[in-house]
């Protein structure tokens, strides 16, 4: 893979990814165009930025596959840990302000229900998010664990 330049990806089909719903319209072929646009994207932004490139480039066809098949904000993704999270950023309308990633008054770094409904937690330490889940589904009536988890 070449690092790409510091021009902002304005062609292909990331640019048009706004949604989860956005992603599950797209043809396999549109599915791994989009995951080398998002390769390059992360690149980019996190170059300038600094965070966490390598837990998300090792994340980005997971994190397609995940919004393809379930639907956000009902259904909670849980990741290992929620610097995961740029990808999911992305396809849940935050796209345009990765770039201020970890900046003064720009996105967090980490997954945070404040800034969007599709985070199902707040900001934790590393590998905490599955252990929260799995308190929080203890919670939950049995019966019911599979509809509302």
Same mark, same amino acid.
């Given at each position: ?19 989860? %719903? ?7 072929? %549109?599915?791994? $165009? ?12 996190? +170059?300038?930025?600094?965070?966490? =490139? ?7 066809? =997971? $994190? ?17 840990? /929620?610097?995961?999270? @740029? ?15 970890? %900046? ?6 980490? =997954?945070?229900? $404040?800034? /969007?409904?599709?985070?199902? @937690?707040?900001? $934790? /330490? +590393? ?6 889940? @799995? ?6 009536? =049995?019966? /019911? %664990?599979?509809?509302?988890?």
């Amino acid at each position: 893979m070449t690092v790409p330049n510091h021009t902002r990806v304005k062609e292909g089909i990331l640019p048009h990814i706004n949604s989860p %719903q956005d992603v599950k319209e797209l043809s396999e072929k %549109q599915l791994l $165009t989009l995951a080398e646009e998002i390769r390059r994207e992360l690149i980019r932004i996190l +170059s300038r930025t600094g965070g966490h =490139l390598g837990p998300n480039l090792g994340i980005v066809e =997971l $994190t397609i596959a995940l919004h393809r098949v379930f639907n956000t904000p009902r259904d909670k993704l849980v990741f290992d840990v /929620s610097h995961q999270g @740029y990808v999911h950023k992305m396809f849940t309308g935050r796209r345009e302000r990765l770039a201020t990633l970890r %900046q003064f008054q720009g996105l967090n770094g980490f =997954l945070l229900r $404040t800034e /969007s409904e599709h985070d199902a @937690y707040g900001t $934790t /330490s +590393s590998n905490m998010e599955p252990f929260l889940f @799995y308190d929080r589904s203890m919670e939950l009536p =049995l019966q /019911s %664990q599979l509809t509302e988890f």
